[in-house]
């Protein structure tokens, strides 16, 4: 089975996402994302637990739908138009508020099976594969649901969502000032708060004062 976790060259993003021609290493990834690197996989505030921040994502993100619904997804997009993987990975991450976006690891994978199966026909447009459904997978398509992505945001409070990403992300950019613009002194100081601040989170958790 051929890969496609990443666009091929020429793709306007790079052929691996943004900046891959960029310097690589930990170097490369530090200048792109500050001093902590690159996010970890679910994002900074995306913990392993499941809910609107995700458990064990498929979503190169926020959120991860049921094992078939990667399928379902692809196939209900491609009865509106041709696109390519990349286009189908922002469309759900649109038409689903946020709350789903599916891996390119998940996405093209599922891509190649569904080629192989003849449900699905590419052809190169631009340096990039465009996706076509095939008579079959029309049939199949118009059978299966109209909007799969959206079962992921179902039940979640996006409001409540973002105002803990947004008290997180300050957290972490005034911390990034510190570190950037303070002393030796100041930079210790910064990262004991850092520390207190997660010990009082658990206590929290432990319903201790």
Same mark, same amino acid.
Request: aromatic share 6%.
């Given at each position: ?23 690589? /290493? ?10 902590? =690197?690159?996010? $970890?996989? @679910? /994002? ?10 995700? @458990?064990?994502? /498929?979503?190169?993100?926020? %959120? ?28 759900? +991450? ?9 891996? $390119?690891?998940?996405?093209? $994978? ?16 631009? /340096? ?6 095939? +008579? ?7 059978? %299966? ?7 992921? %945001?179902? =039940? ?11 008290? @997180? ?37 432990? +319903?201790?004062?």
């Amino acid at each position: 089975m051929r890969s496609h976790g990443c666009e091929p060259p020429g793709h306007d993003r790079g052929p691996c996402g943004p900046g891959h021609h960029e310097r690589s /290493g930990p170097e490369g990834r530090r200048g792109a994302f500050g001093i902590f =690197g690159p996010p $970890p996989p @679910g /994002g900074l505030f995306g913990p392993p637990m499941g809910g609107p921040f995700g @458990g064990g994502r /498929g979503r190169g993100g926020r %959120g991860r739908a049921r094992r078939g619904d990667v399928r379902a997804s692809i196939l209900a997009l491609l009865k509106d138009r041709p696109m390519h993987g990349y286009e189908m990975i922002q469309e759900i +991450d649109e038409r689903s508020g946020g709350a789903w976006k599916p891996s $390119p690891g998940s996405v093209y $994978p599922t891509l190649q099976l569904l080629e192989d199966e003849g449900l699905i026909v590419s052809a190169s447009e631009g /340096g990039k594969k465009l996706f076509t459904l095939t +008579d079959s997978g029309r049939t199949e398509a118009e059978a %299966g649901p109209d909007a799969p992505w959206e079962e992921a %945001g179902r =039940g979640v409070d996006w409001e409540t969502v973002n105002e803990i990403r947004q008290a @997180g992300w300050g957290l972490m950019e005034a911390f990034g000032q510190v570190w950037k613009a303070g002393s030796a002194e100041q930079r210790t100081k910064a990262v004991g708060v850092i520390n207190e601040a997660r010990k009082k989170l658990y206590l929290i958790l432990a +319903d201790e004062h």
